[in-house]
């Protein structure tokens, strides 16, 4: 059979009549590679060896099994068969049944028309390959889906970068029946060392008969795929197609598909399948990279984090001294890893005890930046020999730092404090920190907290800060408490606090923040002797998300 017999379409003609079936056997014969029947059974068994038909012509009236009963049996095995039925006149219900049943794609009465009948065969003919074509795309396009679908699913379930890698090159090496399917990512240009492949299981291939060492250069050279098939082993053809994962024209890996033993390459569609699944993967690649890097990045951060997390922490004095009548508790809890609060006791060889309690803008490494700074420049402020008064000290921490806070948007609210053991004298500065808080175990029950209330502006809001000292002298029992606004800030529910009537009997709102007065209210609840610890867990159990550093401090004069 030549190449111009193959590339004719099939044609059936079916008839009892054998002058009929010569007649039309040459009317086509030069155009179809035609195949003829006497009766339906023979033409059951011609279509059962020879397949698809692109036209059938069929007589109605035949002995043994009519027309229309013939069609009908072709039509479950070949749907896309053009059937064309001959008949008499007399045979309109059985054509009308055929027509209906969608069996008949055209009729023709006996006597035919040749110029008809090749009219009729020529939109059949149209008809088909249109058909074919309509099918084929279908059939590509639900592969395409399928085979995209598949490696959607693969990349969705991979854990990490290397399983996604490893999914995508067996998820291929399936879909194209490959003998072996390998993914190699690329690194600036360069092949990396890692390795990610497909075997099929039902063939064997020594490792020496694989080698697309050329072919992968040229595709790192170009960026576009090469397909070779001039590689055999034992007398099989051997083709192998290499395709370049890219995505925004960066080269993120090359693909290998090779196949043994297959009579020719991979067909031009075959290959732009390929290329699209790798166009996808790509995308999917380049998103679990930066995914990866993302997360390495954040592991680097978070140890970076927790070693300045315990430089801070050691920052802090982690043991507090031990005061001749006086009792000295702190307790500092960045919101993050490290943050903006700080406190400072000071012990001053002449006796003078100095504590402090501050709180930088913001949140984070920045706050923690100028909270070391504040903390170095406040302690080498106290380690004068004669230190200044509380607000002469702020007035110099606002002088070495206004610069950097003002530049950077910060600021720092902080309250300083003296006592004089001797004397029981404390003087003390604010700058636009919360009020300090005195009460006495003396009273049984105060009706009002005493706020320490002479205050300044925060530091690094203006070039020069000024404001005055508060002075008082406390008594044995006296307690000051120094806290941040991530304590009285802080959002619990009104259950923890003391319950007060309120006018008209309307109950308060189930949560609220808890605020200065509120912090007193839980102070008055305490078990004594105080436990800043406990206190605070109180108000973190009940503060399920905490938004801001927190910081206390008290001073408890014995």
């Excluded at 290499?242 to 009579?263: E, F, I, K, N, W």
């Excluded at 991979?266 to 699944?277: F, K, T």
């Excluded at 606004?485 to 923040?513: H, Y």
């Amino acid at each position: 059979m030549t190449d111009t017999e193959v590339d004719k379409l099939k044609l059936m003609i079916v008839d009892d009549e054998l002058d009929n079936l010569d007649l039309l056997y040459r009317t086509f014969r030069r155009d179809f590679q035609v195949y003829k029947a006497n009766h339906a059974l023979s033409a059951l068994e011609i279509l059962d060896k020879e397949g698809e038909m692109a036209v059938i012509i069929s007589d109605q009236r035949m002995p043994e099994m009519n027309g229309t009963e013939f069609l009908s049996r072709t039509v479950e095995r070949f749907p896309d068969t053009i059937r064309i039925l001959l008949t008499g006149f007399t045979d309109v219900e059985d054509l009308v049944e055929a027509i209906n049943s969608g069996q008949v794609f055209k009729y023709i009465t006996k006597p035919w028309s040749p110029e008809r009948l090749r009219i009729l065969v020529e939109q059949a003919t149209d008809t088909y390959r249109l058909v074919k074509k309509r099918t084929h795309e279908l059939g590509r396009a639900l592969r395409r889906e399928s085979l995209f679908n598949a490696v959607t699913t693969a990349i969705r379930e991979s854990l990490d970068y290397g399983t996604m890698l490893q999914k995508i090159a067996a998820t291929i090496g399936q879909a194209f029946e490959a003998t072996y399917c390998i993914l190699r990512p690329v690194e600036g240009d360069r092949l990396t060392q890692d390795l990610f492949s497909y075997h099929d299981p039902k063939t064997y291939l020594p490792s020496y008969s694989f080698n697309p060492d050329i072919s992968i250069e040229k595709v790192l050279e170009t960026s576009h795929y090469q397909l070779t098939q001039d590689i055999t082993y034992e007398g099989n053809a051997c083709n192998y197609l290499v395709v370049p994962l890219s995505y925004q024209q960066h080269l993120l890996a090359v693909l290998t598909v090779y196949q043994c033993g297959g009579d020719r390459p991979w067909q031009e569609e075959d290959i732009q399948l390929i290329a699209g699944v790798a166009e996808q993967a790509a995308l999917a690649l380049s998103q679990a990279k930066l995914y990866q890097h993302l997360q390495e990045k954040q592991e680097q951060i978070r140890v970076e984090l927790e070693v300045a997390r315990q430089i801070q922490h050691n920052l802090l004095r982690q043991s507090l001294p031990e005061i001749k009548g006086a009792k000295l508790q702190a307790c500092c809890y960045p919101a993050r890893e490290v943050g903006g609060d700080f406190f400072e006791v000071f012990v001053h060889p002449k006796g003078d005890l100095w504590l402090a309690v501050g709180d930088v803008s913001g949140k984070g490494v920045p706050a923690a930046l100028f909270m070391a700074s504040a903390i170095s420049v406040l302690r080498r402020e106290l380690s004068q020999e004669t230190p200044a008064q509380p607000n002469i000290v702020m007035e110099n921490l606002n002088y070495a730092l206004c610069n950097d806070l003002i530049g950077n948007n910060c600021f720092i609210t902080l309250v300083l404090a003296c006592y004089t053991p001797t004397t029981r004298e404390l003087v003390y500065a604010n700058a636009g920190h919360i009020y300090p808080l005195l009460w006495s175990r003396q009273d049984s029950v105060a009706e009002q907290p005493n706020y320490l209330k002479v205050r300044g502006i925060p530091l690094g809001i203006l070039p020069k800060w000024q404001a005055k000292s508060g002075q008082l002298a406390l008594a044995s029992g006296d307690t000051l408490l120094l806290a941040s606004d991530g304590i009285t800030e802080a959002t619990v529910s009104n259950k923890l606090l003391i319950s007060e009537k309120t006018e008209g009997g309307v109950q308060p709102v189930s949560r609220s923040m808890l605020n200065q007065d509120g912090l007193w209210q839980l102070l008055q609840s305490e078990a004594q002797p105080l436990s800043l610890s406990h206190l605070l867990a109180r108000i973190q159990a009940d503060n399920h998300v905490q938004e801001d550093d927190q910081t206390i401090l008290s001073l408890e004069v014995l």
